[in-house]
């Protein structure tokens, strides 16, 4: 009798133990965890270069499912393993190589331009698209006046993840590194506006993983840690705050228009647009000088520049030169750019200015009169009184939002398994407790 208990019992344990091994897996995989992404799918080959898709599924955030494009240069042979390549990541993607509509930087013909007329070495890029939640990923830090600044699909609040998006930036390098021919100890990281901010603050923090920051237009302003956003800013301190331990080893390119967002206005007692623009920059530039080595640090003001994807692409060339070749453009090729390099200081030209507080019974998305602004944040600055998207925008949103899945902080499976866990051991000590009552009965006979 008592063998067959503890047979049944075994055979039970055993049971429940296999039941458990399915549910064990990771809810949503990342390449960290060793799970392979989907196999790249061709978008766009020629004799010059070639750009692939694929999603790429990442526990880090809130938006799992990330759809990434990746050029590959001239020449590019994967089965040449001896030649490394230095890669860059990208924000906003679907703006770079194949967009819809009329809203291409043109990134992708740009570098295959300057690479065969070998002004640059040949150079992967990586666009990762951008998500709903954009304001969120791409802050570094929390800013309690969203809706104030007028963010289009912005609440009053922007969480601040950027922390958890650049680990899933760094999830997505290693898998870029294995599956492609890179110099994993080459990577750059830039963008544009909320993709300029985030970069300069990875350049800051995790200067052994990038070592080349492209922020153009950067949106400093998001930074506002109170009232005045100019001097009570966040990026501003960390720059103070890290001084002379900032990586001498990364190189830092910002640039900015003197018209971006032009006409459009702010609550009364706040500075108009452009100054908040570029009134930033200046700022930021000149506090990195005072820290970053000569040769390290470059400011391009475009007079007359937009907040605009052409006005990007068109100054993307002299980024990726300064980046990565050291060298300047030919200034008489761009008669619209001034730039600054240190010792120099910009002058500031703008006095600090004061936030209102926050309108507690306001909100963006019950506020018709705020200004609208794109899924990148940017206007149509070719009529500054049109504050709505573009008929292409919306053309581009269906494609661009991604399936949002918020992660549980514990699954169904994970319920299962402490269950079962709990039968298991309920079990073994029902079984111990009867084989010990029956000894004692024996012994007692």
Request: aromatic letters at 12%.
């Amino acid at each position: 009798m008592k063998t067959n208990l503890i047979t049944r019992s075994i055979l039970l344990i055993l049971l429940s133990a296999l039941m458990m091994i399915p549910l064990l897996g990771p809810k949503n995989p990342v390449f960290a965890q060793e799970i392979t992404p989907e196999a790249p799918v061709t978008l766009l080959v020629n004799e010059d270069y070639q750009v692939y898709y694929f999603t790429f599924d990442t526990d880090k955030l809130a938006a799992t499912k990330r759809q990434i494009q990746v050029y590959l240069p001239p020449g590019y042979n994967p089965e040449d393993k001896a030649r490394r390549y230095p890669v860059i990541y990208f924000h906003d993607g679907e703006l770079l190589f194949t967009p819809s509509g009329n809203r291409d930087c043109n990134f992708d013909e740009t570098l295959t331009k300057m690479i065969n007329a070998e002004t640059i070495e040949p150079v992967i890029a990586v666009a990762i698209y951008s998500s709903d939640l954009r304001w969120d990923e791409l802050g570094p830090w929390f800013n309690q006046n969203m809706g104030m600044w007028g963010g289009y699909r912005a609440g009053w609040h922007s969480s601040g993840e950027g922390d958890a998006y650049l680990d899933f930036v760094e999830d997505l390098k290693r898998y870029i590194d294995t599956y492609y021919n890179t110099d994993p100890g080459d990577t750059g990281i830039g963008g544009f506006s909320m993709g300029g901010l985030i970069s300069l603050y990875a350049g800051l923090t995790r200067p052994q993983v990038f070592n080349r920051v492209m922020a153009m237009s950067p949106a400093i302003w998001f930074a506002q840690k109170n009232n005045d956003w100019s001097m009570d800013n966040h990026l501003l301190e960390l720059i103070e705050t890290k001084g002379t331990s900032i990586d001498q080893n990364v190189r830092f390119y910002m640039d900015i228009g003197t018209n971006e967002w032009a006409g459009d206005t702010l609550p009364e007692g706040m500075p108009g647009y452009p100054q908040v623009w570029e009134e930033g920059v200046d700022r930021v530039f000149n506090s990195l000088e005072n820290y970053v080595e000569r040769g390290n640090l470059h400011l391009v003001i475009e007079e007359g520049g937009v907040h605009e994807p052409y006005a990007w692409g068109g100054r993307f060339e002299v980024a990726m030169r300064w980046l990565y070749e050291g060298s300047p453009v030919n200034m008489a090729e761009f008669p619209n750019l001034r730039v600054f390099d240190p010792p120099q200081e910009v002058e500031i030209l703008f006095t600090p200015t004061v936030a209102p507080t926050q309108n507690a019974t306001a909100t963006a998305e019950t506020d018709e009169e705020s200004p609208a602004i794109s899924e990148t944040d940017v206007h149509d600055q070719s009529d500054v009184n049109n504050n709505d998207l573009r008929p292409e925008d919306a053309e581009q949103q269906p494609e661009n939002n991604l399936p949002q899945e918020k992660p549980n902080s514990l699954s169904f499976g994970w319920v299962i398994v402490v269950i079962l866990f709990s039968a298991g051991i309920g079990l073994i000590v029902y079984v111990v407790a009867r084989l010990i009552l029956n000894k004692r009965n024996h012994q007692g006979e």
